[in-house]
C-alpha cells in the first residue's frame, strides 16, 4: 500500500481463507470493506505455499456459495460419498454412506489454493478495491468513535469494526490485550498429496494409529490428500527421508487398497496445539478463525468453524448497519461473542478430547473406545446426529448457512 489513508466502515486484518470470505459477504452485502493482507495472492496459490486441502463441511459450502465464491472452486471439490472410521488395524470400524443423510455428499475436499483463489477472484468483481495486498498491519488505536490501523510501511486505514483474521498469532489479539487458552500437541502434521493407481470412489478414510490420527481424503481424480499426525520427537527423521524412505513409511500407514502410490508436490509440517481466546471482542475489534481459536485437524473442522464465525460476524454486522447502528459498538460485538464463543469451545472441547482419547496405545482405551465405535455404528439415529453436526448443519445457523440472502 502506497503510504496514505483509507476510509472504510469494516477492516478486515488478514487475507487468509476466512478474512476474504467475510470480505466477500460485506461487499457482497454493501458494507464498504478494505481486506489487508501482507502476502500477494499469487504468492498465496503457489504450490510450494500451502499443500493443504481443507474438508468443507455443507455448512461451509452454503456460506461459500452465498458469498458467490463456490462456483469458481466448484471443479476441484471432490464430494466425501463416504467416510471410514478405524482404530488402528481393528476390525471394528465407524462407517458413514452419504445416502443414509439424503442425496448430497457430506462434504466436500478441496485444495487451499483453489479456495483462495476462487474468494481473491469473487472479492475482486464484487469491488475491485476491497484487498489491498502488500499491506501488514503494526498498531492500532481504537478510540469511541473509529480505529486507526498503521501498517508497517507508514500507510494508515480508517474504520468503524476491526476484524482479526490474522491468524493463530494474531498480532490485533496480542495488541488488545486479549489471552488466550493454549497448549501443544507434541504432535505434528505431516502433510502431502499422494497419487494412486485406482479410483478411491469418493471414500475418506481416518485411521487411528498410536502417534494420532492418519487421514486420507480423496481429491479430484486418482488424487489423495494426506494428513499424518506424527509425533514431535519421530515426525524430523520422517521429515529427512529420502523420496524412497518417506514414500515405503508413507505406505506403511496407507496400505495397498488404492494399488501403486506417488506422492506428488512438496511434503509440508504443522506443529499441532489447540488455541482458544478467552473473548472474541473489544472495543470496535472482533476476531475469526484461527485469530479466535486454533484446533487439531482430527476432525477437519479448524476452517468451518471459522466461516461459522465469518457467516454470523457477516449477519450481526449487516443488521446493525440496517439500522443505522455502529458496526464496532458493545451491542453487536456482544452478539456475537455470545453466539460464537460457546459454539466454538464445545467443538475445541470434542476435538482435544478425540485426540487425547485416541492417540495412544492403551489396551483399556483401545477397548473402550472400539466398543464405543461399535455401538455408534449401530446406532443410526446417534451416528445420523453426529454426522450433522460434523456437517455444520446443528444449531443456531446463521442465514447464509440456512441458505437465506443476507
Ligand atoms: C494439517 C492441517 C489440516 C487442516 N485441515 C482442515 C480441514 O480439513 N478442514 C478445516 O475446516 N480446517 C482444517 N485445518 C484448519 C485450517 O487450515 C485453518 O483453520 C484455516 O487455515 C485458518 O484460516 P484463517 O483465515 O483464520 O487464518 P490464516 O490462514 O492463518 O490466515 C491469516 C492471514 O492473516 C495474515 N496476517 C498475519 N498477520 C498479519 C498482519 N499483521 N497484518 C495483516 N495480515 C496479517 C496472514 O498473511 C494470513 O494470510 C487444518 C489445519 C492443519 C494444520
Redesign the pocket.
Known amino acids: 500500500m502506497a503510504a496514505g489513508r483509507m476510509d472504510c466502515d469494516v477492516a478486515v486484518?488478514?487475507?487468509?481463507?476466512?478474512?476474504l470470505t467475510l470480505g466477500c459477504a460485506l461487499a457482497g452485502a454493501g458494507v464498504r470493506v478494505r481486506v489487508?493482507?501482507?502476502?500477494p495472492v499469487s504468492a498465496?496459490t503457489d504450490p510450494g505455499f500451502d499443500g493443504?486441502?481443507?474438508?468443507?463441511a455443507a455448512g461451509?459450502r452454503a456460506v461459500l456459495e452465498a458469498v458467490g465464491a463456490w462456483p469458481a472452486m466448484a471443479a476441484d471439490a471432490q464430494p466425501i460419498l463416504d467416510i471410514r472410521v478405524s482404530d488402528g488395524h481393528s476390525p471394528l470400524f465407524l462407517h458413514y454412506d452419504h445416502r443414509a443423510l439424503g442425496d448430497g455428499p457430506m462434504g466436500h475436499i478441496v485444495e487451499?489454493r483453489a479456495i483462495r483463489r476462487a474468494l481473491a477472484d469473487r472479492l475482486a468483481a464484487l469491488d475491485p478495491g476491497a484487498l489491498v495486498e502488500g499491506?501488514?498491519?503494526?498498531a492500532a488505536e481504537r478510540g469511541a468513535r473509529r480505529a486507526v490501523l498503521h501498517a508497517a510501511d507508514g500507510g494508515q486505514t480508517s474504520c468503524r469494526l476491526v476484524v482479526a483474521?490474522?491468524?493463530?498469532?494474531?498480532?490485533?489479539r496480542q495488541e488488545a490485550g486479549i489471552r488466550t487458552a493454549e497448549w501443544r500437541y507434541r504432535q505434528t502434521?505431516i502433510?502431502c498429496t499422494v497419487e494412486h493407481a485406482r479410483d478411491h470412489g469418493g471414500a475418506a478414510q481416518e485411521r487411528f494409529l498410536p502417534a494420532g490420527p492418519f487421514a486420507i481424503?480423496p481429491m479430484t481424480g486418482r488424487r489423495s490428500s494426506i494428513?499424518w499426525t506424527e509425533r514431535d520427537d519421530i515426525a524430523p527423521a520422517i521429515l529427512a527421508l529420502d523420496e524412497a524412505g518417506f514414500a515405503e513409511e508413507l505406505g506403511l500407514r496407507f496400505g495397498d487398497y488404492l494399488g501403486d502410490l506417488r506422492v506428488v508436490g512438496p511434503v509440508f509440517s504443522?506443529p499441532?496445539g489447540l488455541l482458544h481466546a478467552e473473548t472474541y471482542v473489544a472495543a470496535r475489534l472482533a476476531l475469526?478463525?484461527?485469530?479466535a481459536h486454533?484446533i487439531h485437524?482430527i476432525a477437519?473442522?479448524?476452517?468451518?468453524i471459522?466461516l461459522r464465525d465469518v457467516a454470523a460476524l457477516a449477519e450481526v454486522t449487516v443488521d446493525t448497519m440496517r439500522l443505522g447502528l455502529d458496526p464496532g459498538g458493545a451491542v453487536a460485538l456482544d452478539r456475537y461473542e455470545r453466539w460464537r464463543r460457546p459454539d466454538n469451545a464445545t467443538m475445541l472441547a470434542v476435538t482435544d478430547g478425540l485426540n487425547r482419547l485416541f492417540s495412544n496405545d492403551l489396551a483399556p482405551l483401545r477397548t473402550l473406545r472400539d466398543a464405543g465405535l461399535a455401538a455408534v455404528n449401530r446406532a443410526a439415529p446417534l451416528k445420523r446426529l453426529f454426522m450433522r453436526h460434523a456437517m455444520g448443519l446443528v444449531g443456531d445457523l446463521p442465514r447464509m448457512i440456512r441458505g437465506e440472502a443476507l
Open positions: 486484518v488478514g487475507g487468509g481463507m476466512a478474512g489487508l493482507e501482507p502476502q498465496q493443504r486441502t481443507t474438508a468443507i461451509s487451499n499491506v501488514r498491519i503494526a483474521a490474522d491468524g493463530r498469532r494474531s498480532a490485533m502434521g502433510v481424503l494428513v504443522y499441532l475469526i478463525g484461527d485469530a486454533a485437524p477437519g473442522q479448524g476452517l468451518n471459522g
